[in-house]
């Protein structure tokens, strides 16, 4: 399946947070109206945090039924449990405090010291997506990934000119030398994010403008990898209007 990549904007990072939050929760509701179970894969990252920290506030999280709902990690740091670098610990406080999804719903990554080495811990999570995942395939095709975006283009863990952007036959692989700290982390491949019903990219900051339009160009996904994201019923960019600024007209949707 194919669809066009669309590009949400709005007029500021508080504004970006709130439509996002709201968008979120009235689509797991949809879902749920068609389906017994939602599974949704999380990034970390302040924009992401943003979003998730929103969601928690909202009055209308209430109308959610959060014990069919599963998360699921893009990528995780390999820090040790508790770590305020792993994407897990920010997770609890912003959204998991707020939200009743039972604990056996809740899908991490393994932490550092687990007593398992990064290589364990990727395997380990391969079977744990393959669990859940529909029959023939690798993990669940997750009903909305949240991704967002790193100066450079990179998404989840997936950084430029790394080997892990053309890997195919995993669905989780280990990075030993990420170029920002901690070096070491664990992140989906492309192709099960690709799987993803829904992808939806979140940036702010004019920092970001420069990659945004490189990637809705068609820029090499060596070179930036988040152009290669694509969900397979919709990718969606939401975007404030600092990150927006080299986006062409004609890709931004005027109404969603």
Known sequence: MTNERRVLVH???QALGASVAARFITKIIDVLDEQERADIAISGGSVSSLVLAAIGQSPARESVDWSKVHVWWVDERWVAEGDADRNVTGTQTDFFDHVDIPQANIHPMA???AGLTIDEAAAQYERELQEAAPEGAVA???DISLLGVGPDGHTASLFPEFPQLSVTDRAVLTVDDSPKPPP???TLSF???NASQRVWVILSGAEKASVLGLALAGAAVDEVPVGGVQGRKRTVFFVDQ?????VPENLIASTY
């Open 11 to 13: 007029p500021d990072k």
């Open 111 to 113: 932490p550092s010291d």
């Open 140 to 142: 669940p095709r997750f």
């Open 184 to 186: 070491q982390r664990l």
């Open 191 to 193: 192709p099960v994010i």
């Open 242 to 246: 600092d990150a927006a600024r080299e």
